[in-house]
């Protein structure tokens, strides 16, 4: 599988997308797509998968459960990330005028992709 | 004469033209019959010096070497001819001729005998041999002392010779007669020297000079006409001869020219079909060139065709994508406007009830601000006596609606302490309206569980179940850790962070001014009505 080409799909399906890129937990970057130079998800690969093992810790403390999806809203934009298997996830930054729903509808259908493709 | 020398002239002129020629031959004969003997034995000897096998112009030599009385000359030529042609009959009499006038009478009769052995018909052979034989026998007698026979005259010389010893005397009359014979005889007019003999004859017919003289010119007529008949025939055989090398060049010239002609056909044919090949293999280069360019063309507007399609397919499946997130989004926001509508709503009804708490409300605050006025001094001196309990730990419920306003705006500090000490509890003086807003977001959304953080991350407020400390550590660890790599990445400062779980449960982080609140969502909670309220606490905040 083309991880680039998926991600590059995903991304220009999405309205309002600035960026994805497919991370390993250890903080690994595989690969990733960057539509604005202000996006370079390879710089905080390993705070955001530190943002998702501390967020699974959390969800499973707090008694959530398992967790599908994260989602991080700051004063620029919002951060949607969802877990690919047990050592991967998916990133996808939207701006602030980003179609939210659809990016995290495309992400979910990535992932299945991703995970299918990494078993 | 005159003829002759316009003939002399004529041939002399061609000879000049072409000294090779063998017209020299002609010329000869002509000076020969004009009576220029010298003239033409000089152009036999020029002529056979180009052509010395040249037969007749050796016996017109021999003949003129004869007449002039060169007897020696004359046989020269004649035995050369004979040389080169044994049985030539003119060359045998000739030489007998010129033995006879020699005397020498034996091969005078030899080669007049050969001539009849080749000619038994030549009836001036037979003639000549009568007379050699006469002769010779009249040598005979005079050799013995006999009485010769009436002496026979020598034989006639080719030009005029002097007369043998006529028997009887002639008149002067008679001997200019025959000198004017002997004129024609040299001119080979022999027919008049015949005459003027006759003419003699008929006066004296026993004449016997005269007798001698007829039969010398017969003889010499004779001579001639052989001489002229070879001529003649050697005349016509080098005419045919010349015809012959004339058809021979002009069949050559015709062959030649025909040759060259077709040549020039084929050498035309052959560039004519180089040049048809040229301009087919021009035409079909032009043709596969024009079949390259069309297949070119064809491709071309094929792949634009392909292209435009794909093109065409590319805008139309777009279009459809963009027309279906736009009817996704139509619908997420309807779905949100009605959303907002039921918030408002139920805002609406909330703030209703809580205008008719608010009255009891205001009550209650009116009764415990006396209380407060009343226990201020209790409370002085309870704080002076000893330190305050650690606010962690303890339900929200303990705080007033007013702590947790001040925790949310930021005075976390005024209420935990710079020392970790419960501080005195400010009032915020917060509008009834926002602390209504706060206890409606805390009581209404259906929250499982919530957590109260201040800015540094310490526990304000857990209602939770497990650890208060390690759900606290965890929760900041997960906030702070998020807005770190936010800023790293440069999205800004962090706003919210949802974590969400199965069956629509989520837990959520809420930056509400210095303070964080998590909330734990139930199955029950109307995400989309949470959203609001989120919203509107947080811009409330």
């Known amino acids: 599988m083309d991880f680039k080409a998926a991600l590059k799909d995903m991304v220009d399906s999405v309205d309002g997308s600035i960026g994805a890129g497919l991370v390993g937990l250890d903080g690994l970057v595989i690969d990733q797509v960057s539509m604005s130079g202000d996006f370079d998800i390879t710089v905080v690969g390993a705070e955001y998968a530190t943002i998702v093992k501390n967020s699974s810790k959390a969800a499973r403390n707090f008694g959530l459960g398992k967790t599908d999806e994260i989602m991080v809203s700051t004063e620029k934009a919002t951060m949607i990330m969802t877990t690919v298997g047990e050592e991967y996830f998916i990133a996808l930054a939207l701006g602030l005028d980003g179609n939210l729903g659809r990016g995290r509808l495309e992400l979910k259908k990535q992932a299945a992709k991703f995970a299918q493709a990494l078993a | ?541």
């Open chain 2, 1 to 541: 004469m005159v003829k002759e020398d316009g003939e002399i002239k004529e041939l002399g002129k061609k000879l000049a033209q072409n000294p090779d020629s063998m017209v020299f031959v002609q010329l000869a004969d002509a000076y020969r019959r004009a009576g220029d003997l010298e003239s033409s034995v000089e152009t036999c000897l020029r002529g056979l010096e180009r052509h010395p096998n040249y037969a007749t112009a050796r016996v017109i030599l021999g003949r003129n070497y004869l007449d002039l009385g060169k007897l020696d000359e004359a046989g020269a030529e004649f035995l050369s001819i004979e040389k080169s042609d044994p049985e030539n009959i003119l060359a045998h009499r000739m030489l007998g001729q010129i033995a006879l006038q020699k005397g020498h009478f034996a091969e005078a009769i030899a080669r007049q005998q050969r001539v009849l052995a080749l000619d038994p018909d030549d009836g001036t052979a037979q003639e000549l041999l009568q007379q050699a034989l006469m002769q010779a026998k009249q040598s005979e007698s005079a050799a013995k002392g006999a009485p010769a026979a009436p002496k026979a005259p020598a034989p006639a010389p080719s030009a005029p010779a002097a007369p043998a010893a006529p028997k009887a005397a002639a008149t002067d009359e008679q001997s200019q007669a025959l000198k004017v014979a002997d004129i024609y005889i040299k001119k080979h007019d022999f027919e008049k020297a015949i005459e003027v003999v006759r003419e003699i004859l008929l006066v004296s017919p026993d004449h016997a000079l005269s007798q001698q003289k007829l039969k010398e010119i017969v003889a010499l007529k004779v001579a001639a006409s052989g001489v002229d008949k070879q001529l003649e025939e050697n005349r016509k055989a080098e005419e045919e001869a010349r015809r012959k090398a004339e058809e021979e060049a002009r069949r050559k010239a015709e062959e030649a020219a025909r040759a060259k002609a077709e040549e020039e056909v084929r050498r035309k044919a052959e560039e004519e079909a180089a040049r048809a090949k040229a301009e087919e293999e021009a035409r079909r280069k032009a043709e596969e060139a024009a079949r390259a360019k069309a297949e070119e063309e064809a491709r071309r507007k094929a792949e634009e065709e392909a292209g435009r399609a794909k093109a065409e397919e590319e805008a139309r499946r777009k279009a459809e994508e963009a027309a279906r997130a736009k009817a996704e989004e139509e619908a997420h926001r309807k779905a949100e406007e009605e959303i907002l509508r039921k918030a408002e709503e139920e805002t609406r009804r909330k703030a209703a009830e809580e205008a008719a708490r608010g009255k009891a409300e205001e009550e209650s605050r009116r009764k415990a601000e006396e209380e407060a006025a009343r226990g201020k001094a209790e409370e002085e001196a309870r704080s002076k006596a000893s330190k305050a309990p650690d606010v962690r730990g303890r339900g929200l419920e303990k705080f007033t609606q007013d702590d947790i306003l001040s925790v949310i705006a930021g005075s976390a500090e005024d209420l935990i302490g710079n020392d970790g000490q419960a501080a005195p509890v400010k009032k915020s003086g917060a509008s009834p309206e926002a602390l209504g807003v706060i206890e409606a977001f805390l009581k209404a959304q259906a929250i499982e569980a919530s957590l109260l953080l201040d800015a540094k991350g310490a526990m304000v407020d857990c209602r939770m179940p497990g650890d208060p400390a390690a759900l606290a550590q965890t929760a900041a660890a997960v906030f702070q850790g998020t807005e770190r790599a936010a800023l790293s990445v440069g999205l800004g400062g962090l706003k919210q962070v949802m974590i969400m779980g199965p069956d629509n449960r989520q837990i959520l982080f809420l930056k509400l001014g210095a303070g964080v609140l998590v909330v734990l969502t139930g199955r029950e909670t109307n995400v989309g009505l949470l959203r609001v309220a989120v919203q509107d606490l947080m811009k409330r905040a």
